[in-house]
């Protein structure tokens, strides 16, 4: 569990860094994505706010897989602007998030303790259950945006479904990769790397 502790607040004191340096750039050149930057230190800080502020205790491996995400999606995709340079980017994202939502999903079910490795076929119908919950939450709340504000989160103007179906999809290819990868370590009694994380969640 303490090695999971540092692999977060290294992962958050370099990302501020980099954060620093990028923010740096904007504002000596034209400012574009200042907002975005901004707000990428407090996403970055919600684990230790809830921790130290409103006392709620926060599991490193949780914390661990919202940083990566953040890491990702904010820094990488926004921030650095990888969404509009690498064309693939944003597919990418999204087949990360269906991964780490079945890693969520595991977790869920550890503190909850309805896990149970030998009910593979639950545990896989549970965790592709759940991918498909947030990943339709998250289109959700893109769609809710571009309503209430004016946005184009979900590119509906150039692309009509697509994108938001795009989305789904690549999340679903990555819950996919982790059951093969989950199944693969259970059958075969290996442990690599989802079954050593599912060790630490039950820390």
């Given at each position: 569990?303490?090695?999971?502790?540092?692999?977060?607040?290294?992962?958050?004191?370099?990302?501020?860094?980099?954060?620093?340096?990028?923010?740096?750039?904007?504002?000596?050149?034209?400012?574009?994505?200042?907002?975005?930057?901004?707000?990428?230190?407090?996403?970055?800080?919600?684990?230790?706010?809830?921790?130290?502020?409103?006392?709620?205790?926060?599991?490193?491996?949780?914390?661990?897989?919202?940083?990566?995400?953040?890491?990702?999606?904010?820094?990488?995709?926004?921030?650095?602007?990888?969404?509009?340079?690498i064309?693939?980017?944003?597919?990418?994202?999204?087949?990360?998030?269906?991964?780490?939502?079945?890693?969520?999903?595991?977790?869920?079910?550890?503190?909850?303790?309805?896990?149970?490795?030998?009910?593979?076929?639950?545990?896989?119908?549970?965790?592709?259950?759940?991918?498909?919950?947030?990943?339709?939450?998250?289109?959700?709340?893109?769609?809710?945006?571009?309503?209430?504000?004016?946005?184009?989160?979900?590119h509906?103007?150039?692309?009509?479904?697509?994108?938001?179906?795009?989305?789904?999809?690549?999340?679903?290819?990555?819950?996919?990769?982790?059951?093969?990868?989950?199944?693969?370590?259970?059958?075969?009694n290996?442990?690599?790397l989802?079954?050593?994380?599912?060790?630490?969640?039950?820390?």
């Amino acid at each position: 569990m303490k090695k999971i502790k540092i692999i977060n607040l290294s992962l958050v004191i370099i990302t501020i860094i980099l954060g620093l340096i990028q923010l740096y750039q904007i504002l000596t050149t034209n400012g574009n994505r200042l907002a975005t930057c901004l707000v990428l230190f407090p996403i970055l800080l919600v684990p230790l706010f809830l921790r130290k502020v409103c006392k709620i205790p926060i599991h490193p491996v949780m914390e661990l897989l919202y940083l990566i995400f953040v890491i990702i999606a904010q820094f990488l995709g926004s921030v650095v602007n990888l969404y509009s340079k690498i064309e693939w980017f944003d597919l990418f994202a999204h087949t990360l998030s269906g991964f780490l939502t079945a890693l969520l999903a595991l977790f869920l079910m550890i503190q909850f303790k309805q896990y149970n490795e030998k009910k593979l076929l639950f545990n896989l119908t549970y965790i592709l259950g759940i991918v498909f919950l947030v990943a339709g939450l998250w289109e959700f709340f893109e769609y809710g945006s571009d309503v209430l504000t004016g946005s184009n989160l979900q590119h509906a103007i150039e692309t009509g479904v697509h994108d938001t179906m795009d989305d789904m999809l690549v999340a679903f290819v990555g819950s996919i990769l982790f059951t093969i990868c989950y199944s693969y370590e259970v059958l075969k009694n290996k442990k690599y790397l989802i079954r050593t994380l599912i060790g630490y969640m039950k820390e």
